[in-house]
């Protein structure tokens, strides 16, 4: 086969996006009058040119491992000419690139949790792509389990990264795969998870709303206990250190007004909604070896304001736990 045929062919029939054999074969004469050379014909009569834009051509759609180190050649090769031949290419690889970064960012997060790489990695993937929501997702997954496992050093980032992936998700936006996730609730869960997990140490109160469409959202953090723990804490953390200070303060040495008793009320709320979290924390562990130790902890603070709300007495605790997980949750005071 003829140079002229073969690239027409490669041009026209492998890759219609690219350059016709005519604006090719134009630009060419026109760059040797230019320069008053007489290397058109070698330039377009090169073999090797052909050749390995060829091969490119024939693996980017099927085989894009091969086409990617074949484009490296051509570029080393012949990148200079800098036509759009090459600007193809190098629009080309830089896609593969971005989504080789990708790949490897999934794996750091999701299989190997290696999240000093994983955090690393995804400043460079999202500077390439700044919504991309597949690296969004897994970065702000990546911070939950690192708040999880009590390490921190990655919170605002975590943080930012889980937010942005949030409003994007409710804006309407798909990653092109939910996986590991089952679904959109399920990632979403994980993400306000992330949000409520990291502001659960610092701003408390702002994390209730987080957690709480954690709990909400029909996912698989609905049913560990863990959620229902740092709702709880998050109760306590906030509303009810305040609420408590400020009733001490004002109120408790003074005799009852209507003014304490309504302080006393609101107080009284919040410690309900600690009671319920709670309450369904332990029901969800039940008999599980796994969480022996630690429903051993979360029954005593249950009891504690349990006996607070119901005149120092756990009478009816039993059955308040055994039927907390058949009612809603309760809404944010």
């Known amino acids: ?20 054999l005519t604006t090719l074969t134009s630009r060419l004469q026109a760059q040797s009058r230019v320069t008053g050379t007489a290397t058109s014909v070698q330039e377009t009569d090169d073999k090797d040119k052909v050749d390995t834009y060829t091969r490119f051509v024939e693996n980017y759609k099927t085989n894009k491992p091969v086409a990617y180190e074949t484009a490296k050649v051509y570029l080393q090769r012949h990148g200079k000419e800098n036509d759009q031949y090459v600007q193809y290419i190098i629009a080309w690889v830089a896609d593969y690139e971005k989504g080789i970064h990708r790949n490897e960012l999934w794996k750091l997060a999701y299989t190997d949790r290696n999240f000093v790489e994983a955090f690393k990695l995804g400043k460079q993937v999202l500077a390439e792509s700044p919504e991309h929501l597949d690296s969004l997702i897994a970065l702000g997954n990546a911070g939950y389990l690192a708040a999880g496992a009590q390490n921190e050093s990655y919170n605002s980032e975590a943080l930012a990264y889980a937010q942005k992936a949030i409003q994007l998700i409710e804006s309407g936006k798909t990653p092109e795969a939910w996986d590991p996730f089952k679904g959109k609730e399920d990632t979403l869960a994980y993400l306000y998870a992330t949000v409520g997990l990291i502001k ?11 957690l709480l469409k954690t709990a909400q959202l029909n996912s698989e953090l609905k049913k560990v206990p863990s959620t229902y723990i740092y709702l709880g804490s998050a109760y306590q953390k906030g509303p009810y250190a305040k609420l408590s200070g400020d009733f001490q303060k004002n109120f408790g040495d003074k005799p009852e007004s209507p003014e304490s008793k309504q302080a ?3 107080l009284n709320q919040v410690i309900d909604r600690i009671i319920d979290a709670y309450a369904r924390a332990v029901a969800i562990a039940g008999n599980d070896a796994a969480f022996a130790q630690s429903k051993t902890a979360w029954m005593a603070t249950l009891t504690t304001f349990y006996k607070f709300r119901h005149d ?15 009612k809603p949750l309760p809404p944010r005071i």
């Open 264 to 266: 006393l009320d609101k």
């Open 200 to 210: 659960l140490k610092t701003a408390p109160t702002e994390a209730i709303d987080a």
């Open 1 to 20: 086969m003829s140079f002229r045929k073969l690239i027409r062919y490669v041009t026209l029939s492998l890759l219609p996006a690219v350059l016709s």
């Open 312 to 326: 120092n007495t756990d009478a009816g605790l039993t059955e308040f736990i055994a039927g907390v997980l058949s």
